[in-house]
């Protein structure tokens, strides 16, 4: 049987078999739901690197190795590429060239479970947002004060909820984020076919599994709770059919000092390589800050 018909049998026995723990058993649905909500897909998009490899490094946490890359000058500022769900940190090197030729300093790194990292706590081919929120603090604290903050898609999510626990960053570009992880455990159950008593019990086990409300990773919420949010952009593309355009919207309105740049028919993923998405990122981490402007200023004097 071909690939794609054997791919399209498997999905059509889960939709059928959650449909019918929706009506008989909704809290075993809950826990083989849970399952596949933790686990990471495989990676999607291109393969090939934008940028060539940069010096090697790896951070400990809880005990387990987070590789990265790091590009540029050591005592330049640096600016953290965060990747998304079943991502890793090559994926945004485009990036790279226009930054570190502005004499930047730029750091990658993949997430537990992801790329060429240890399985976090969650074990392999598992992982929440906390682990990447926390891989991407101890990257910062190994590799010094971030510039700037360049994340992707669920990586934004991490970005913000490490901001909002104390991660200092002096600009933040997300792009296609997602802005509530909630409303996606609707979308999570029309794809598997199963109803609200399941989807009501996979979000309280959610919830006791990260130790939070799934409120806690909500985007436009967080930027009322950092007390000085730092200026963020949005890129977002109006087709993006993973993450809606209305999330970017919908966190443009609540963060101070944003500004939302929108595409089209460029994905979820394309839209990190277009030269165009990529000159305009650079553009506003390189724009001079109140901060960068003084140190410049005193270095003249």
């Not at 449909?19 to 998009?45: D, H, M, Q």
């Not at 919830?207 to 409300?213: D, F, N, P, T, Y």
């Not at 963060?255 to 595409?263: A, C, M, N």
């Amino acid at each position: 049987m071909p690939a794609h018909r054997l791919a399209a049998v498997k999905k059509s026995t889960i939709v059928r078999s959650f449909a019918l723990l929706e009506r008989v058993a909704p809290a075993v649905g809950a826990r083989w739901a849970e399952a596949l909500w933790f686990r990471i897909p495989s990676p999607r998009g291109r393969r090939d690197r934008s940028a060539e490899p940069g010096r090697p490094f790896q951070v400990r946490l809880d005990g387990r190795a987070v590789a990265g890359e790091v590009w540029g000058d050591e005592a330049a500022e640096a600016v953290y590429l965060v990747h998304g769900w079943g991502g890793w940190g090559a994926q945004l090197d485009a990036f790279v060239g226009p930054l570190t030729g502005a004499g930047l300093r730029v750091v990658a790194f993949d997430a537990p479970s992801h790329g060429a990292s240890d399985p976090g706590p969650e074990g392999p081919g598992r992982s929440t947002i906390l682990e990447l929120a926390d891989a991407l603090a101890a990257v910062v604290a190994a590799n010094g004060p971030a510039h700037a903050v360049i994340a992707h898609s669920l990586g934004a999510t991490a970005a913000a909820y490490a901001l909002d626990h104390g991660l200092a960053a002096g600009r933040m570009a997300f792009v296609s984020p997602m802005a509530d992880p909630l409303p996606y455990t609707r979308v999570f159950a029309g794809r598997l076919g199963f109803g609200e008593r399941t989807r009501t019990r996979l979000v309280a086990r959610i919830e006791r599994r990260v130790g939070a409300s799934m409120s806690a990773f909500a985007v436009p919420a967080m930027a009322g709770r950092v007390a000085t949010p730092p200026p963020l952009l949005l890129v977002h593309d109006r087709h993006d059919t993973e993450t809606g355009w209305s999330d970017s919207a919908a966190i443009a309105r609540s963060w101070p000092g944003t500004r939302l740049h929108s595409t089209s028919d460029l994905g979820h993923r394309r839209i990190l390589r277009d030269p165009g998405v990529v000159a305009e990122v650079a553009r506003f981490v390189l724009e001079p800050s109140a901060a960068r402007s003084g140190r410049a200023a005193h270095a003249r004097s």
